[in-house]
């Protein structure tokens, strides 16, 4: 009897332990293997045989941290600067970051505890979890499909819109673009990104499709892949997640639709067919948020269209994607949070489901990180990057484009309104920091919110004067 409940006891405990383990250790190796990954792209880059000429240290370690991270901000011209070797190097790191990103957010978010809440017929639900554990390797060998298919097809298409180069370099182009647009990394070998493609079609959907499914978010899109049951032909029922992550798409690009037609529709916009005004818009909504791609030149749009660009970029695509910024749903929690609290309710409620309190608190941590790290960013770039001794009347628009900045680097989006290039040493280390945060950041949340909480004395409470 003593035994058996000695054994008991130590079951248990090895297997609170293991859990433990599991839900701590992910996030470190995640941390780790990007700093290597960062590290080897670092030496890869400075290497003779991969510039055409001779580059610092951190022009080598911008340029590979942007691409691990997805980010898209230069400091140099990548299809100048970089040789074949180079170039090659930039899809490996581009690519890893990508599928790294993707696979290890969706993994870390199923072993926080957040599963979707699909029903027990669900084929991702029995593909991903059995009895509540988490295989890793199931999701690795998922998403790789999924984006070498989706990239393949990409790059196909993009093959029959270089006609003019030669089929090296037209190969090569088509594949560079599509793992960049995919992964939405905003990297490109055309020196005006894709301006000169302003109003090609062709080049428009593809690249809004790419860079629309490499920001939605694995979970959500593996679900909306069998929302129909050809069994008993009907469809399913979906989690609040995916519907979330969905309508909160919807809404952010139909805002953006309105907002850039209104704030463009007399300055870029003027002169042009309503075919080619649309082409432009549609991609701004689509694309430049959060893959850092941009058909139209970023300085030439009005106060209002950066200042709402920044809104955007902060916002995001939705977790588990390529995509950064605080996701989606984390900006439609908050302010769900709102409306309810406005309301009178206790509970956040939406959509007939009631959003638990655990998830509120880690939407609040994430803005309240995020505005931290672009406040304190934004300041110190105020101080190393405008010169000492002048007011505002001198850098009247340095305000702007150093925000646009940090938020674009925060956001991994990689739009620039062409501040990268003529950072200094610090300005350019402070943006490789804010984009590394940027880009692991929500997961170090993730990782402490789903840690069992400790027990904390509780004060007595006193109330206080607010508003």
């Known amino acids: 009897m003593l035994r058996s409940k000695y054994q008991t006891l130590t079951d248990s405990l090895s297997e609170n332990v293991f859990k433990t383990r599991t839900q701590s250790n992910p996030i470190m190796l995640v941390v780790l293997g990007y700093l290597l990954l960062i590290a080897i792209g670092t030496a890869l880059l400075s290497l003779p045989q991969s510039t055409t000429r001779p580059i610092d240290f951190i022009e080598a370690f911008f340029t590979a941290m942007s691409a691990v991270c997805v980010t898209g901000l230069s400091v140099v011209d990548i299809a100048s600067t970089f040789t074949h070797t180079g170039l090659w ?96 990394v905003g990297f490109t070998l055309f020196p005006d990104s894709l301006e000169s493609f302003q109003y090609n079609p062709v080049m428009n959907i593809t690249t ?15 679900e909306l892949r069998y929302i129909f049951d050809f069994t008993h032909k009907e469809i399913r029922r979906v989690s609040l997640h995916t519907r979330i992550a969905t ?73 588990g994607s390529c995509g950064g910024g605080i996701k989606i749903t984390t900006a439609a929690v908050i302010g769900l949070l709102g409306i309810n609290r406005l309301l009178g ?53 340095q305000f702007l484009k150093i925000l646009f900045e940090v938020v674009s680097a925060y956001a991994t989006c990689g739009l620039s309104m062409g501040l990268t290039s003529e950072l200094s040493f610090v300005g350019k280390l402070v943006i490789c920091i804010v984009m590394f945060i940027g880009r692991m950041g929500p997961l170090f949340l993730i990782s402490a919110v789903a840690a069992k909480l400790q027990d904390t004395a509780w004060f007595a409470e006193e109330d206080i004067m607010v508003g």
């Open 89 to 184: 190097i930039l899809v490996t790191l581009m690519q890893l970051g990508g599928l790294g990103i993707m696979t290890a957010s969706t993994t870390i978010i199923l072993l926080a505890g957040m599963h979707p809440g699909f029903s027990h017929q669900s084929v991702f639900f029995s593909e991903f979890t059995q009895e509540g554990n988490i295989d890793a390797g199931r999701i690795l060998k998922a998403v790789i499909p999924f984006t070498f298919v989706l990239e393949l097809i990409g790059g196909i298409i993009y093959f029959t819109q270089f006609e003019s180069m030669e089929t090296y370099d037209r190969f090569f182009c088509s594949l560079f673009q599509a793992v960049s647009s995919f992964c939405g």
């Open 345 to 397: 309710r206790e509970k956040t409620q939406v959509l007939g489901r009631t959003i638990p309190n655990n998830t509120i608190d880690k939407a609040i941590r994430i803005v309240i990180v995020a505005m931290v790290v672009i406040a304190t960013s934004t300041l110190i770039l105020l101080c190393t990057e405008i010169p000492r001794g002048t007011g505002y009347s001198q850098n009247s628009g």
């Open 208 to 222: 809004c499709i790419l860079v629309l499914a490499g920001g939605f978010g694995f979970l959500a899109i593996a």
């Open 247 to 319: 309508y909160g798409t919807l809404i952010v690009v139909i805002a953006s639709v309105i907002v850039f037609s209104l704030t463009e529709w007399s300055n870029l916009f003027s002169g042009h067919t309503f075919g080619e005004n649309a082409q432009s818009v549609l991609f701004m909504a689509f694309s430049s948020r959060t893959a850092g791609l941009n058909s139209v030149n970023i300085p030439d749009l009005t106060h209002a269209s950066l200042f709402f660009f920044i809104i955007i970029m902060f916002i995001g695509a939705n977790p």
